[in-house]
């Protein structure tokens, strides 16, 4: 029977919720609450957003004992170093990296081609790889990406050393047939995938985001991530 781990995001993308904020003692008080519920991977923030954000996670990573401590990195040398900086103390640091694929986000938001996002994708995975062993990448808005593109940009994230890909429904745009498909679609496409994590990240503005990760998991995902209570931006994440 496959292990299912849980990769629990309150600290990032729950916190981005209105009125979740919290202060460095409480972010530390979380965690230490979801080491000891036994949760497998604590996002502890994205460290390079702002300096307190990197202080919670540098702080988070000391303290927690048993759980992988990851800080989101976006697909930049600059994010990567500061999220090593701070995770870099963890009994079990993890380095979470991500860019987008959907043709959508790649027009409008980075401007980037689709041969220059999987450039970006070699080389700073890669470069995360370099000094932390357990690496994570996301493509963010899979759920919208054209597939045979998001199977490029996941074989290429797996030969440049990613141990867990991520698949995100960032819009809450996917009903659960939708992911189960998606999934089974990768598992079936993607070279060296059966060596890697596959996560699932969903969002609750369908009201699907609990639904969605689990017929993910149906159909072979291994991590599933999620927030207390299903905090989150918007209408919140898959709840713990």
């Given at each position: 029977?496959?292990?299912?781990?849980?990769?629990?995001?309150?600290?990032?993308?729950?916190?981005?919720?209105?009125?979740?904020?919290?202060?460095?003692?409480?972010?530390?008080?979380?965690?230490?609450?979801?080491?000891?519920l036994?949760?497998?991977?604590?996002?502890?923030?994205?460290?390079?957003?702002?300096?307190?954000?990197?202080?919670?996670?540098?702080?988070?990573?000391?303290?927690?004992?048993n759980?992988?401590?990851?800080?989101?990195?976006?697909?930049?040398?600059?994010?990567?170093?500061?999220?090593?900086?701070?995770?870099?103390?963890?009994?079990?640091?993890?380095?979470?990296?991500?860019?987008?694929?959907?043709?959508?986000?790649?027009?409008?938001?980075?401007?980037?081609t689709?041969?220059?996002?999987?450039?970006?994708?070699?080389?700073?995975?890669?470069?995360?790889?370099?000094?932390?062993?357990?690496?994570?990448?996301?493509?963010?808005?899979?759920?919208?990406?054209?597939?045979?593109?998001?199977?490029?940009?996941?074989?290429?994230?797996?030969?440049?050393?990613?141990?867990?890909?991520?698949?995100?429904?960032?819009?809450?745009?996917?009903?659960?047939?939708?992911?189960?498909?998606?999934?089974?679609?990768?598992?079936?496409?993607?070279?060296?995938?059966?060596?890697?994590?596959?996560s699932?990240?969903?969002?609750?503005?369908?009201?699907?985001?609990?639904?969605?990760?689990?017929?993910?998991?149906?159909?072979?995902?291994?991590q599933?991530?999620?927030?207390?209570?299903?905090?989150g931006?918007?209408?919140?994440?898959?709840?713990?």
């Amino acid at each position: 029977m496959k292990q299912i781990r849980i990769f629990d995001t309150t600290l990032r993308d729950g916190e981005q919720s209105p009125g979740c904020s919290m202060n460095l003692a409480e972010k530390q008080e979380m965690a230490e609450a979801l080491d000891k519920l036994g949760v497998d991977i604590i996002e502890a923030g994205f460290a390079i957003s702002s300096p307190d954000d990197f202080q919670s996670v540098k702080a988070i990573a000391k303290v927690v004992k048993n759980a992988t401590v990851a800080s989101l990195a976006r697909c930049t040398k600059e994010d990567i170093d500061r999220a090593w900086e701070a995770v870099q103390y963890a009994a079990h640091p993890r380095i979470h990296v991500f860019i987008a694929t959907s043709d959508i986000h790649l027009k409008h938001k980075l401007k980037m081609t689709r041969t220059q996002v999987l450039k970006r994708i070699k080389e700073m995975v890669s470069y995360a790889k370099a000094k932390c062993a357990d690496i994570e990448f996301s493509a963010e808005d899979a759920s919208r990406s054209d597939r045979p593109f998001l199977v490029n940009a996941f074989e290429t994230a797996i030969d440049a050393g990613a141990t867990t890909i991520n698949v995100p429904d960032t819009v809450g745009y996917a009903m659960p047939q939708e992911m189960e498909d998606l999934i089974r679609y990768l598992k079936t496409n993607v070279k060296g995938i059966e060596k890697v994590d596959i996560s699932v990240h969903c969002h609750n503005d369908l009201g699907q985001a609990v639904a969605c990760t689990l017929a993910s998991i149906a159909a072979g995902a291994t991590q599933a991530e999620c927030t207390i209570n299903g905090i989150g931006e918007r209408a919140g994440n898959a709840s713990l």
